[in-house]
């Protein structure tokens, strides 16, 4: 029972670990790396790295769960946001980066209900696709380089003005990742949604 709970145990402590790193960030200093920048990076990047200890946990001791299945990329998207949301609010960075983030997750949940994510068949049909874990890999490095490299009161009039330039490659590769995966798991729910009315309707006929 133990070893079977060690890679859920991990899914969870990255969601309990969110909070912490959002206070971090809001006592980072906007004019000089300082001690809590390395904190909320350090706090941030263990965080991040329970995606990859839980799955390979879950593999090799062959436990993967059905809780795992819906509550791991559902931690992965907390952290993400919860976190992006927080250097937003801190001006750490653009107003607009945020929003790109939170709008497709918004939509993807409002979306779940819909197509019934509760049923084990559905999430095993609507598995993580591998775009969804690049973009998760993308985004999590551009949120590292923005904790350490973006300092609101030094920023600049320019484009780029509160944005670190390598930063902000990456994080528009994690958007055009998060977007695509959005856009499959989409395409795969209106799928099931047909066949479900098919075979409604063909339990009617009969």
Same mark, same amino acid.
């Given at each position: 029972m133990i070893k079977k709970n060690i890679a859920n145990f991990f899914t969870c402590l990255r969601i309990f670990l969110i909070p912490v790193v959002i206070w971090l960030i809001s006592i980072m200093s906007k004019e000089t790396v300082d001690a809590e920048h390395w904190w909320a990076l350090g706090v941030f990047m263990f965080a991040a790295s329970t995606d990859f200890i839980d799955g390979q946990i879950a593999r090799r001791t062959n436990t993967i769960s059905e809780f795992g299945k819906l509550v791991d990329p559902l931690a992965d998207r907390l952290l993400v946001? %919860? *976190? &992006? *949301? $927080? &250097?937003? #609010?801190r001006e750490f960075i653009p107003l607009w980066m945020g929003i790109l983030i939170v709008s497709?997750? *918004?939509l993807m949940l409002a979306? $779940?209900?819909i197509i019934g994510i509760n049923d084990k068949e559905v999430r095993e049909k609507l598995a993580v696709h #591998?775009?969804? @874990? $690049?973009a998760t890999a993308l985004l999590f490095? %551009? !949120?590292c380089l923005f904790i350490l490299l973006n300092l609101p009161a @030094?920023?600049?009039a320019g484009f780029f003005g509160k944005v670190n330039p390598v930063g902000? *490659? !990456?994080?528009c590769l994690g958007i055009v990742f998060s977007y695509l995966s959005g856009f499959i798991y989409v395409r795969r729910g209106i799928k099931l949604i047909g066949a479900g009315r098919t075979e409604g309707g063909e339990a009617g006929a009969d």
């Open positions: 946001i %919860s *976190v &992006l *949301v $927080a &250097l937003m #609010w497709r997750d *918004v979306g $779940a209900p #591998w775009t969804g @874990k $690049a490095t %551009s !949120i @030094k920023a600049d902000f *490659v !990456i994080f």
